[in-house]
């Protein structure tokens, strides 16, 4: 079975940092791009980072460039996501995702429970 | 940065059909896809590039894409789609995936 599992969520200060995890099984995690996903409580869907199967290339929204760093290990089959300069406009469930399919313009499936990250003092 | 722009509610009965919006400027070159998101859950896909509906997806459901415009139908929508309905698409560069506002379908 396919799954993807976030952790490392929490509260934390306004200027803090935190580090998100994804543990991911069921498929081969070095083949398929990567993606983290977020939603303010209620409110959107925004797309925040993808990463390539081998980690060579990285995008960003713009919401987040310089303050979040996307990574991965493909050894130990886990995506990250670093998180500094945190505001509360940051606060969301924070979700991972994988792409559908290897290769080409693809859509997102399957998708983590999600973890919640609180930025407040 | 690109935007995809939906209307924020769209309300129908019970067996009538809900149509669901979605425009960018990118969408002539492409896919849409469109996710069904029910409180507290993750995500589901519905439609898939423009058009295609992935496997368990009640054949209600049905998508369409002409120029800057995309569309999702529900024909004779049930109580239990009643959710919120978000497109995702690409820039044109292919490198920034982007959602929707959102749709929050009331069926009543």
């Known amino acids: 079975e396919v799954q993807l599992v976030e952790s490392g969520g929490g509260l934390v200060k306004p200027g803090g940092s935190l580090r998100l995890s994804c543990a991911a099984s069921?498929?081969?995690?070095?083949?398929?791009?990567m993606n983290w996903v977020r939603q303010a409580p209620g409110k959107g869907l925004e797309w925040v980072s993808s990463?390539?199967?081998?980690?060579?290339?990285?995008y960003y929204a713009d919401s987040v460039k310089g303050r979040f760093t996307i990574s991965r290990d493909n050894a130990k089959n886990s995506l990250y996501l670093r998180m500094k300069s945190l505001t509360a406009e940051d606060t969301a469930v924070y979700f991972c995702?994988?792409?559908?399919?290897?290769?080409?313009?693809?859509?997102?499936?399957?998708w983590g429970q999600g973890t919640l990250v609180t930025v407040s003092s | 940065s690109y935007e995809l722009t939906q209307p924020p509610s769209v309300s129908v009965s019970p067996g009538q059909t809900a149509r669901i919006s979605c425009s960018g400027d990118?969408?002539?070159?492409?896919?849409v896809y469109w996710y069904q998101q029910k409180s507290g859950q993750a995500p589901v896909a519905v439609i898939y590039?423009?058009?295609k509906r992935p496997s368990g997806i009640p054949e209600r459901f049905s998508g369409s894409s002409s120029g800057t415009m995309a569309t999702l139908t529900i024909s004779g929508a049930q109580v239990e789609d009643e959710a919120d309905y978000y497109c995702?698409?690409?820039?044109?560069?292919?490198?920034?995936?982007?959602f929707g506002g959102g749709t929050k379908l009331a069926v009543l």
């Open positions: 995702f698409s690409t820039d044109i560069s292919g490198h920034h995936r982007v």
């Open positions: 995702a994988r792409d559908r399919v290897p290769v080409g313009e693809t859509w997102f499936d399957p």
């Open positions: 069921g498929f081969i995690f070095s083949s398929y791009s």
């Open positions: 990118a969408l002539p070159q492409k896919y």
């Open positions: 590039e423009d058009s």
């Open positions: 990463i390539s199967s081998a980690g060579t290339y990285m």
